[in-house]
C-alpha cells in the first residue's frame, strides 16, 4: 500500500501519536462481569439457548395478556416495534410484524414444490397462521391440524384473528392432541404434505427419536416434510448430520432453505424439507407455483394475499453462504 | 373448521374454562414504565435510532481497547457470541463472527457485475475489510481509499489483523481525508467501480446534496456504485424514494439487494446498486463470477477464501419479499 496522507481537514492523529487512546489490550484486562440474563423493566428479553451471549430486546407498552393453560404459560405483550407480541414459556412465537415471513415460508416451501398437493397435515403450528397459509392452495381438500392446547388457540382466537383466520377454513379439522400420537393411528400414504412446527430439531432429541419414521409412514410416495431447522449462524447448528440423518429416514430429497425473520435470534430462521421415495422433489424450483398476482392466491380464508413468499424468494432461500453450502 | 376434541392425552382446558388465563386485555392495562435505553453491566446495548423499541444485546468478557481520536470515539470488545466487536461513537461497526457477510457482499455485488473493473474508489471502509475482498479481483490494478480517520486504521490494525490485511494489497493508495473532498478533484470518468461505506443514506440528507452527483461523475459510463442501505424491515426506510432519487442521479440500472448479517438490527442489511448511463449492467446475473473454486479467488492478500458470497447468493440477494418487490 502506498500511503499518502494528504492535507487539508484530514489526517493529524498520527503526527499526535497514541495519547488519545487508551489501549488496555494485555493480560492486565479484567473480564467484565454482569447479570447472566438481565430484565430491564419495560423490556421484554429473549436469550435464545441456541446462542448463549446475546439477546433480542422488545420495547413493551403493555401486557395484554398473561395466563397459564395445563401445558405452558402464555403471554400476549404490545410492542413498540413489533406490535403484538406473543411469548410461550418465555421464548418469543410469534409478532404481527413478521409472521408473515415464517408462516408463509414454512407453507409454501413445501406445497409450491409438489403439484396438486391434497392432504395435509399440520403438528403443532396451534396460532393458525399455517392454516391460513395452506388455505390459499385450491388443491387441497382436507387439512389435519394437532394442537395439544385449547386454550392457545383461544388466546391467539381472541388477540390475534388475523393469524387465528386460518381456523375459518371449512377443510381444516383441528385434533387436540399430541402429534406424535395422531401420527401412531395415521393410515400409511396418507399426506401429500407434513409440516411440523412444534418443536425444535436441534433442541429436541430426534435423533433416534421414532417421531421422524412415522411421519415419513404417514407421507405418500413423493410426499414432503417440512420443519423448522434454526439459525444457519448458530454455533449449535449441524447442518451435515441433520441432514444426513433426515437423509436416511425420509429417502428422496433433503434440502434446507434460509430466510430473514427479525424477531427470531440472528435475524434468520431455517427449513429443513424433506421428500420421501418415489416422484422426485427437487425443492429449489416451486413445481406448483403461489404467485399473489395469481386468481389463485385469493382464494382460502386470508383477507391479504401473502405480503413475504414469492417465487423467487422460494428459490432464493435455497442459496447458501459459501461456509454453509460447502457442507451440505 | 370441523372441532374433533379427542380423547387421551389431550385437552381439557376448554371444559375447565379460563380459570387459569387472567386476561387484562382492556382499557385498564396500565402502560408499562421502563428505562428507555438500558444499559446492563456486562452487556452492549445497540438501540437502533432507525427502528426505536428495540436492541440487540452482546455479552461482554473484556474491553481490548478504548479511545478517541479527534473525530469518534472507538472500543474494541471481546464479546460471548461474535468473537472481537469494533465500537464506533457507541454504534456496532463490525464483529469477527460475520464481518464475512457485509465485506464480500459490498464488494463482490458491484466489482462481479462488471466485466474486467481495473480501477476501484472505496470511500470510508477503514477497517481494510472491503480492501481485503476488491484484492480478490487480479483485474483490479488501481485502489483508491478516502478515510478521514487514521486512528480507526491503526485500531484495526492492531485488533482484525485479518480485517486490515486488506491494506497490505500493494495496488491500495490510501488517502487519510474526507471522501467527499477527495471526489471534488477526482477525474471524469476515472473508476469502474466505486463503494461508500461511510454512512448511512437514511440517516443523512443525502436527498439534494451533491455527493452523489460527485460519485456518479468520477465513475466512467457504465461503472457502478455500491452503498450499505438499511434494513427492508425498518419502517423508516423508504425504498420507492430512495429508488426514484438514484435513478435520477445515476441514470443506468437501480437495484437493491439484501443479505443476513446478524449483528445488524434486524439481522439483514441492505444494498443500493446504481450505474451510470453507458453500457446496461444487470446486477442480479454476475458477468464477472469470482467462485472460490476458481484459481482468481486465491489471488489478493486473504489467507481463506470468501465464507459467503458465492454466485448463487449474488443473485439471490436481489430476490425481495413481496411487500418490497412490489414498490421497487
Redesign the interface.
Known amino acids: ?6 492535507k ?7 503526527e499526535k501519536g ?1 495519547e ?6 494485555d493480560a492486565s ?7 447472566e440474563n ?1 430484565q ?4 421484554f ?1 429473549e436469550y435464545s439457548p441456541l ?20 401445558y405452558q404459560h ?1 403471554i ?1 405483550l404490545e ?4 406490535g403484538k407480541v406473543f411469548v410461550l414459556d418465555g421464548a418469543l412465537q410469534l409478532t404481527e ?2 409472521e ?2 415464517y408462516q408463509e415460508m414454512i407453507t409454501h416451501l413445501p406445497l409450491c414444490s409438489i403439484p396438486n398437493p391434497q392432504k395435509v397435515l399440520l403438528i403443532g403450528g396451534g396460532d393458525g397462521g399455517i392454516l391460513r397459509e395452506i388455505s390459499r392452495h385450491s388443491s387441497v381438500v382436507h387439512i389435519d391440524i394437532c394442537e ?4 392457545l388457540i ?2 391467539y382466537r ?2 390475534f384473528p388475523e393469524v387465528a383466520i386460518g ?4 377443510r ?7 402429534g406424535s ?1 395422531f401420527l401412531k393411528s395415521a393410515q400409511v400414504g396418507t399426506y401429500d404434505a407434513i409440516i411440523v412446527d412444534a418443536f425444535d430439531p436441534i433442541k429436541h432429541e430426534i435423533f433416534g427419536s421414532p417421531f421422524f419414521e412415522t411421519v415419513a409412514k404417514a407421507l405418500r410416495e413423493g410426499g414432503v416434510m417440512c420443519i423448522q431447522a434454526e ?3 448458530f454455533p449449535s447448528l449441524n447442518l451435515p448430520k441433520l441432514i444426513h440423518t433426515f437423509r436416511n429416514i425420509f429417502k428422496g430429497s433433503v434440502s434446507y432453505a ?1 430466510t ?3 424477531a ?1 435470534p ?3 430462521i431455517g427449513f429443513l424439507l424433506c421428500s420421501t421415495e418415489g416422484p422426485h422433489v427437487d425443492f429449489t424450483r416451486p413445481a406448483n407455483p403461489l404467485d ?1 398476482h395469481d386468481a389463485g392466491s385469493s382464494f382460502g380464508v386470508a383477507k391479504e ?6 417465487a ?2 422460494h ?3 435455497f ?5 454453509a ?1 460447502d457442507c451440505v
Chains 1, 2 share one sequence.
Open positions: 500500500m502506498a500511503k499518502e496522507e494528504e487539508g481537514e484530514c489526517g493529524g492523529w498520527k497514541h488519545n487512546g487508551v489501549c488496555t489490550a484486562a479484567k473480564p467484565i462481569t454482569g447479570d438481565p430491564p423493566p419495560g423490556w428479553a446462542w448463549p451471549g446475546q439477546a433480542h430486546f422488545l420495547k413493551i407498552e403493555r401486557v395484554l395478556f398473561e395466563g397459564k393453560s395445563q402464555m400476549v410492542s413498540t416495534a413489533y410484524k413478521d408473515c415471513a395439544m392446547d385449547m386454550m383461544d388466546v381472541e388477540f381456523y375459518d377454513d371449512p381444516v379439522r383441528l385434533h387436540i392432541m399430541d400420537e439459525s444457519l449462524w434460509w430473514p425473520v427479525p427470531y440472528s435475524g434468520v399473489h394475499p401473502p405480503k413475504f413468499y414469492n423467487e424468494m428459490s432464493a432461500s442459496c447458501l453462504p459459501s461456509f453450502r
